[in-house]
């Protein structure tokens, strides 16, 4: 058996308080796949990836990867995430968050313009955002979406990844092996 520090422990609590707080924030939403998965389990991935791929061991990085969509898809503000988790992650959130006011295109648009510009660290949570996207496209894609438009999607993400290289080479393979794998499921 091997014993957690008193570090390690305080890590756990803070990643596991995350996992709760958004499983609460997410309780109501489901995936667009066809599976209608829970959401929280695109969180779990991601932080996933982070850790067993990117090999993350920031906790503040892995707890903004489970939260990475707090500030998009609920009623969380800014404000709480710093009150619960502080500035950093308060920060690494809204890097990685679009402005919901703005049209659909427009926010893919400043995504590719704002990617290269972006924290290290939020560079890691969107990687793990995308390659947990793409593989979704793939394997449970949402209802309705064409062929073209999940074959869109995949060239977005690249385009919006290409602004990211140079930060986690694990990751960034991991990406590329994801949109190989999508893109032959889709037969391009």
């Not at 066809?34 to 990836?49: C, F, K, R, T």
């Not at 009623?75 to 710093?82: I, V, Y």
Request: charged fraction near 30%; include cysteine.
């Amino acid at each position: 058996m091997v014993e957690l520090s008193q570090v390690d422990a305080e890590i756990l609590t803070q990643i596991f308080d995350a996992l709760r707080y958004a499983s609460e924030q997410h309780r109501d939403q489901r995936r667009k796949g066809e599976d209608e998965s829970p959401y929280v389990n695109h969180l779990i991935a991601v932080a996933d990836l982070l850790v067993a791929v990117g090999g993350v061991r920031d906790s503040d990085v892995v707890c903004a990867g489970i939260l990475h969509d707090t500030l998009e898809d609920t009623e969380t503000t800014a404000d709480e995430l710093e009150q619960r988790y502080g500035v950093r992650v308060r920060g690494i959130v809204e890097e990685v968050s679009d402005d919901q006011a703005l049209v659909k295109e427009e926010r893919k648009r400043r995504q590719i313009e704002h990617a290269p510009h972006i924290s290290y660290e939020a560079k890691l949570v969107k990687l793990a955002d995308k390659i947990s996207n793409v593989g979704d496209v793939g394997a449970f894609p949402p209802a309705g979406w064409s062929h073209e438009r999940r074959v869109d999607y995949i060239v977005w993400a690249e385009e919006v990844v290409a602004g990211l290289r140079g930060t986690n080479e694990a990751l960034e393979a991991r990406f590329d092996d994801v949109v190989v794998e999508t893109r032959r499921s889709l037969g391009v």
